[in-house]
């Protein structure tokens, strides 16, 4: 029989062209009809009348809203459904995410939360078992590995490259075995594209959104059209099994925010399902019947047979010739921005939060809400910038009240470990008994416009505290920035030890923003060392009165004269005509006589490093046929090549013993700070971009582009979602022949942590701190899009131009890229480790809290207050992150311990590492530890995942994507199980942990209650 799975479904999004809210209740219909609340409330109650039914829920954000406002008569029904496998719950994460733009570390938690609350509310039988990613705008190979690590069987889509979906059709290849990792054995993830889309069958749509005929069987009636819709249904699914290997075939039965009037849709499905098998008595050998993904793949798995494999990913994807969906990578950059700071601040609110010696009742509250806001971030339009303008204004609502709601948990936990009152004789840190009416006395206040020089706090007190808490397992060290308005200051730690310190003016572009309400002209800028992991330092600064002027207390500079070629700060009109070189004992990089970049210099021998910035013109079409797409919110389409920004920059050269800076300005809306710190071994680049000036009707998209003398032969490397990378080649997949009308476009890629080429000399590496599209469009170069500003639709859905606003001009885009560049001679740390460890560091750098202290001196604060503290006894092996540390359930704390490397990047530090837990926790009381899964909602020892076998015989899509000597061929194979692959409690082997390259590693410290 050829099995037909009807996979009832909605596809609901958090957030488009409507807000959350909006989407959940129902309102504005004059943008769409959706109302979420309705399609749950009919689809309960439709399910209960006929057992046969089924339906899948996706989205636990919209399910947690509708659940908390159902009478305890519904939630009981809802409860049983679930146990019964009538109504599934798949994927379960918050929100379906994005896969092109978000970090690892988000989709983590997002999946975590979403799985938590359907295991607190519904129990094991609500625990998902298929990843459902139906929409987003193309798949990334970490996603899959995420699944594969949460314990999923398989995923599901919809959205790849039309050639590519029209080749695996026509080859019966549209369901693989993906191999998601070239580090990772056992890792492998069944994968299946969908054959429609995520709709209903053509014509078959019975939803009230819908304009498709219903079954009419009514034998009386001159309408009666059921044999000729069962001609069409039987027809069109022996052409669809014609694409797939197995004998099952899966319907996704709906759509976008479908059932809103579920008994249309069931009622019509009946009879589908009822007349489709009445036709076996005539020979038909078509079953159709109610299911669900995780049934179709039981079914799929039971069959037995092979499978192509594919070990790439699903990266860029493209709707038709002229449409590649690689706009999306760099849209809103804002916003990907504001979402990076809000996962900065989550990882150090759940941190502080379970480290609060006394938790406070509102914490628990306040970091849901940061959890929450964070988990519809990643929703794949969010995160994408590819919302209406509204949705946009209300995504930053929402992090803004979250981000506020967690700093009062920052804020307590902060004050009761600095200061006395507040330190309890218990021994673990989950304590609930609260505080009484605690009365704090530090602020601990985050700047959070300090990427536009901006504190009010810093610039406007005489004294005031820096205190940067640590959010990382190793000690470290970070070079602070403060805006200020005096001329003088003394910066001072905690052992009374002056800290040495230097001024340097904030560009005049940032100064010159119009809505940038400061009188802060420079910034004070110190090297903050020795930071204890997972814990906090705070400095102690004095605004002093003027005095005489040396290299540790400067004045801002000012433009020296002629005879004072030494100074600290240098203009453009003295080093016109000559090249400007800073840098430090490591490196030195030079600048030509037009104020490009030009060169690099390391160990005595010098490179060609070149950085400019460039723009493409958005193509502008009426969108009426392919050849007319306009580039947009998703569609990255250049009219032409690349245009030149400047071939004259202007600089100011700012030399002290801490910072060595260029200024740069290309032209009235695009500049630049190049700097090195002493002793770092990377560049660091601040750019700011905007208001893009569109005066002449023309839409622009802004790159940032790097060159090289580098061979890299048409071969690059991106970031998977800042974990693994992928390698590139240019104008090839490896999974068909391409034919490539849109040779810029077609060649981008999503770049979350960082791009790099290389050749047997040299590499090449940049690290961007938010999402971005990038490439390589000729041998040594690299480019980041860093902005993008169109005046046109480009008709996938959204209605509106991507013309960004605020306080009635284009928006300013302010953000920074890292360079790693040199020789790959060294042994270790590789260029690739140091990578690594640079990413970590500038993804988690130490957040900074800012306390007025007025009304202390600096003897008080020092003798009566702790201005040092770290959680860990040690800190962890350098190439080991503590990727999550937060409260969990009662007495527990859930903690994820991270390998850094992939194997084979560095032949010490890609190594498999080995620590002991209770070395690492002392100060805390473990009673056990136990291991789960990635999503921490199954304990690792129980978990089992379907496996498939993959066809031999048939070529390993990808297989040189990665590094050739990292793919394991025999990943399938058993092999010796060690303390990385147990799942039992790890206490028996004396709390060692071993971590293998790429592994991440979950477990539950449950701590001792002591009454």
């Keep these: 029989m050829l099995n037909v799975h009807l996979v009832p479904h909605s596809h609901d999004d958090v957030g488009w062209l409507k807000t959350v809210d909006q989407y959940y209740y129902g309102s504005r219909s004059n943008i769409q009809k959706a109302g979420v609340q309705y399609i749950l409330d009919s689809v309960v109650q439709e399910l209960l009348k006929d057992s046969k039914r089924r339906f899948i829920q996706v989205e636990s954000a919209f399910m947690q809203k509708w659940y908390n406002e159902q009478t305890p008569k519904v939630k009981r029904q809802v409860k049983m459904l679930v146990d019964e496998g009538r109504l599934e719950f798949i994927g379960g994460s918050w929100s379906m995410n994005d896969e092109a733009a978000v970090h690892y570390q988000s989709v983590v938690d997002q999946f975590t939360w979403g799985l938590r609350f359907l295991d607190d509310t519904f129990g094991e039988c609500a625990r998902p078992r298929i990843g459902w ?23 599901f889509f919809a959205r790849l490259d039309y050639q590519d979906k029209n080749h695996r059709m026509a080859t019966q290849t549209p369901e693989m075995v993906w191999r998601t990792s070239s580090s990772l054995a056992n890792n492998d993830l069944f994968t299946s594209v969908l054959y429609n889309h995520y709709s209903a069958p053509p014509g078959f749509c019975f939803d009230v959104l819908c304009n498709d005929d219903p079954m009419i069987d009514d034998n009386s009636s001159t309408d009666n059209n059921v044999k000729d819709r069962i001609d069409t249904f039987i027809t069109w699914l022996e052409k669809m099994a014609e694409s797939y290997r197995s004998k099952n075939l899966i319907l996704t039965m709906g759509d976008d925010f479908n059932y809103m009037n579920a008994v249309m849709n069931f009622k019509n499905m009946d009879k589908l399902i009822k007349y489709t098998n009445a036709r076996q008595a005539e020979g038909s050998l078509v079953n159709a019947f109610y299911s669900t993904p995780s049934c179709y793949l039981k079914a ?4 037995n047979i092979e ?12 709707s038709d010739y002229h449409s590649f969906w690689t706009g999306y990578f760099t849209s809103r950059p804002t916003q990907k921005r504001y979402e990076r700071d809000g996962n900065h601040l989550l990882q150090v609110c759940k941190q502080l939060t379970a480290l609060a ?128 308005t005096g001329t003088r200051y003394v910066v001072r730690d905690y052992r009374n030890v002056e800290v040495p310190s230097q001024l340097v003016p904030i560009p005049d572009p940032v100064q010159s923003i119009s809505y940038r309400f400061s009188n802060a002209t420079a910034e004070l800028v110190f090297l903050a060392n020795e930071l204890p992991p997972l814990g906090f330092k705070s400095y102690f600064v004095t605004r002093a009165l003027d005095s005489v002027d040396d290299f540790v207390h400067q004045p801002a500079p000012v433009p020296p004269t002629p005879e004072e070629p030494g100074s600290v700060a240098a203009t ?38 070149r950085q400019s910035f460039v723009y493409y013109e958005g193509a502008l079409g009426n969108n009426e046929e392919y050849r007319n797409r306009s580039s947009g919110a998703y569609i990255f389409r250049p ?77 690059f490397w991106t970031d998977s979602n800042g974990r693994e990378m992928m390698k590139r080649v240019r104008n090839h997949r490896d999974t068909w022949n391409l034919n490539l009308l849109e040779k810029v476009s077609g060649n981008y890629y999503p770049v979350t942590a960082r791009i790099a080429l290389e050749d047997p000399n040299l590499r090449l590496a940049v690290l961007n701190d938010r999402a971005q599209g990038g490439s390589s469009l000729e041998d040594g170069s690299l480019e980041l899009m860093v902005h993008r500003r169109l005046l046109h639709d480009d008709a996938f859905g959204v209605g509106e131009a991507l013309d960004e606003k605020e306080f009635g001009k284009g928006m300013v885009a302010r953000g920074k890229h890292w360079v790693i560049f040199g020789p790959r001679t060294a042994t270790s740390p590789t260029l690739e480790a140091r990578e690594r460890f640079l990413q970590n560091q500038v993804l988690l750098p130490n957040w900074l809290f800012f306390s007025d202290v007025s009304d202390f001196n600096y003897e008080d604060w020092q003798k009566q207050y702790t201005n040092i503290y770290s959680a860990l006894s040690l800190s962890l092996p350098l190439n080991v992150h503590l990727l999550t540390f937060e409260p969990w359930h009662d007495n527990s704390i859930l903690v994820r311990f991270e390998h850094l490397l992939e194997a084979d990047e560095d032949p010490l530090y890609s190594k498999p590492v080995r620590f002991n837990v209770q070395d690492v926790f002392r100060q805390f009381s473990i009673e056990q530890v136990r291991e789960t899964t990635l999503a921490a909602n199954q304990l690792k020892e129980d978990s089992t995942r ?4 993959p066809d031999p015989s048939y070529i390993v899509y990808g297989s040189d994507t990665g590094r050739s000597s990292r793919v394991d061929t025999s990943r399938s194979a058993p092999r010796p199980r060690s303390v990385a692959d147990t799942g039992r409690n790890i206490a028996d082997d004396g709390f060692e942990i071993v971590l293998n390259p790429m592994q991440i590693r979950t477990f539950i410290f449950q701590l001792e209650y002591r009454p």
């Design 307 to 318: 499978w192509p494999t594919k070990s790439d990913d699903f990266f860029p994807y493209e």
């Design 639 to 715: 009219n032409g090549t690349e245009k030149s920004v400047t071939e004259t920059v202007q600089l100011t050269v700012v030399k002290g013993p801490t910072v060595q800076e260029v200024h740069q300005v290309f032209n009235d809306w695009i500049s630049q700070v190049v700097r090195v710190y002493a002793d770092e071994n990377h560049i660091e680049f601040e750019w700011m971009v905007g208001p893009i000036p569109v005066d002449d009707g023309i839409g622009k998209e802004i790159v940032s582009r790097f060159y090289t003398a580098t061979q890299s032969n048409g071969v």
């Design 572 to 609: 453009v009109n003295q080093w016109q005509q000559e090249e400007v070189t800073i840098g430090n004992k490591n490196l030195e990089i030079s600048f030509d006589s037009s104020g490009f970049l030009s060169s690099i210099t390391i160990d005595g021998v010098t490179n060609r490093l």
């Design 946 to 949: 379907m496996k498939f076998k």
């Design 357 to 484: 010696p006394s938790r406070e009742e509102h914490m628990e509250p306040h970091l849901t809400v940061l959890r929450e806001a964070m988990g519809v971030m990643q929703h794949h339009d969010a995160i994408t910038g590819t919302e209406k303008q509204h949705v946009s204004d209300d995504y930053t609502r929402m992090m803004h009240r979250a981000l506020g709601a967690c700093e009062v948990n920052t804020q307590a936990a902060l004050n009761q470990i600095v200061d006395p009152q507040f330190r309890r004789l218990r021994a673990h840190p989950l304590d609930r008994e609260p505080a009484a009416a605690p009365t704090y006395k530090f602020a601990f206040e985050s700047c959070h416009l300090l990427n536009v020089s901006k504190c009010e706090l810093t610039e406007s007190k005489d004294s005031f505290t820096v205190t940067l808490y640590n959010p990382l397992a190793h000690a470290g060290h970070q070079y602070v920035r403060v805006p200020i």
């Design 133 to 155: 990613q139906i929409d987003p705008f193309g798949h990334s190979r970490e996603q899959a590995s995420l699944f594969a690590q949460m314990g999923y069987d398989g995923m």
């Design 300 to 303: 799929v798995h039971d069959a």
